[in-house]
């Protein structure tokens, strides 16, 4: 069982709010309504409300009634409709509407997935300095998204967005200058922006002081700190947080070792489709750890953290061809699977074909050259 540490981009729905609702024209009297009714958790009657303002040409009412189909909230989920009326609004130029219909794009919910048409509507609303729509905008040229990929130009825009206050461009800011993406490395400074995020309770940063607090990273190392950072993100539904504690609990690292609580953690991340928890999971199905031995679950859970492209997945698959755990036992699956991994860059698996070469295994001639091959994989 693996574990690492993983920044990951949340999606920020914008919904509009009305400040001074008095003598207000009708369609403004709807949608001062439907965002009282909203903000109260009344999703019928601001359906109602953002309805009859919408028909009337209000693009705030729009974007919020595309945030209710988006959501699912008041009516049945339905991106495509949540799409039809945040267009509306990002014709008139409302950045709030061009943001989320550009993360639609981005995603392919309701739409065609057009990194390009993304990347577009971000830069209108970035333009006019959305917030949100600059951290979005960022995170397409960090990750080479309908553009060449350029994480000096991300940088630029996650710090637009987190100088106006944005606690997720405050992480992004963090985890590039963790990383050394288009600047100089330096785990001081990403906690300092970690930190900023944090006092806004944003749980991926929460999360990722956590991460900087146990490796002993920027500051000293402390396995009950990382613990406390970790649970204050457990508590908001993080899936990492969720897998970096369940994994401390199946180590026994810093808490008295706990299987049963490890594998609950790695179910709820796993649940949320968080690649690292479902191989997690998955290795402790095969192991038999605190559940029943369930060699078919397990393959499952690998199948669905390889479709991320998670290496440590492909190993754990590897195993099972190799040792014929719920399928028929298979070397050229095993190797096939072994390959895929460490041509992923996961040194067990390098080492692991290292051995098979050096010693002969799995129906393979001894072959040094193939050995040495993987040899320098793992260094």
Known sequence: MTRFTEWRIWSALAFSLCLGVGGVAPARADFAAGSKAMQAGDYAAALKEFQAAANRGDARAQNDLGVLFERGWGVRQDFAEAATWYRKAADKGYLQAQTNLGYLHETGQGVARDFAMALSLYQQAAERNWPQAQNNLGSLYEKGLGVQRDYGRAMIWYRKAADQGSAQAQTNVGYMIETGRGVPQDDATAMAWYRKAAEQGYAQAENNIGALHERGRGVAKDLATAIAWYRKAVGKNNPQAQTNL???YASGRGVPRDDAQAVSLFR???????????SNLGFMLAEGRAVKRDYAAAKLLYEKAIEQGLPQAMMHLAVLYEKGRGVAQDNAQALAWYRRAAEAGFRPAAQRLFAVYTNGQLGELIDPVRAKL??????
Do not use: I
Not at 374 to 379: C, G, K, L, N, T
């Open 268 to 278: 709820a991340a796993a649940e949320q489709g968080f690649a690292q928890a479902q």
């Open 246 to 248: 369940g994994f401390l």
């Open 374 to 379: 993987w040899a320098d994989r793992v260094q």
